[in-house]
């Protein structure tokens, strides 16, 4: 369980740093924490890495909320939390997808049942990710929400349950290709690898992939076969 906190008051952060490593503790689980002293400085460090984020609400320079604002257009499978004085500030969670508030003075047993929601939405443990590099940007794909990787204009473009993403540089579709071979990936295309799971149908010289209509290459037919009748026996581990 990886959790970053976002609190200008060092007491409180300590304070939950405390409880959450007591919830760790009974319910058995790995914890890994980082603080912050303001939303800037958690945004201008953030990583998709996190499952977990502790937004007070009310802090100088930018709140809880313009941070999770921020945080939303590069990450948006994050369980956001915020913490705030006067609940009718919870409101503003909806536009960012926040799971829950929680109000000061925070109790154990109060954090504690936020804590046991957010993990029924965290990113199972065994979820695989695929890390990419956008110039300044890193972008955290989970694998099972990347329908196939493509070459496009010299670039590889990846589509996925959130929408594309282009990336540039020296890693060629061959190079992700053996990154994924484990993970239910399939080149059926020297321009497409393809997410097995997302297959509807080989229809002729073409197939099917979360609605796109991709092209499969003759070399590459029988052995794209093979992969979908194994999967299908199988199952998919992501």
């Known amino acids: 369980m990886r959790i ?16 959450l490593q007591r919830f760790a503790e009974e319910n ?27 937004l007070d609400v009310d802090m100088p320079g930018m709140d809880g909320i313009s941070a999770a604002r921020c945080i939303r257009e590069t990450d948006t499978d994050v ?8 609940a009718q500030y919870a409101i503003c ?3 960012v997808n926040a799971l829950d508030y929680v109000l000061k003075p925070i109790n154990y047993y109060a954090l504690s049942m936020k804590l046991k929601k957010a993990l029924r939405y965290c990113p199972r443990e065994e979820t695989k990710y695929l890390i990419l590099n956008q110039g300044s940007d890193v972008v955290r794909i989970p694998l099972y929400r990347l329908y196939y990787v493509e070459v496009y204009n010299h670039q590889l473009r ?7 993403f282009l990336t540039t540089g020296s890693r060629s579709l061959t190079a992700v290709e053996k990154e994924l071979a484990e993970d239910g990936f399939v080149r059926c295309h020297n321009s ?30 029988k052995a794209l076969l093979q992969a979908l009748l194994d999967d299908a026996k199988g199952g998919s581990n992501l």
């Open 93 to 95: 969670g909806y536009e």
């Open 79 to 86: 369980v956001i939390i915020f913490v705030t004085n006067l």
């Open 28 to 54: 058995q689980l790995s914890l890994t924490v980082q603080t912050y002293s303001d939303g800037a400085e958690l945004v201008e460090d953030y990583r998709p890495v996190w499952d977990i984020l502790l």
């Open 158 to 164: 990846y589509r996925t349950v959130e929408g594309d």
């Open 4 to 19: 970053a906190i976002a609190e200008d008051e060092p007491k409180f952060a300590q304070q939950v740093q405390t409880y």
């Open 192 to 221: 497409y690898l393809v997410n097995l799971r997302y297959v509807d149908r080989l229809e002729g010289d073409n197939i099917q992939v979360a609605g796109d209509l991709l092209p499969v290459s003759r070399k590459r037919r």
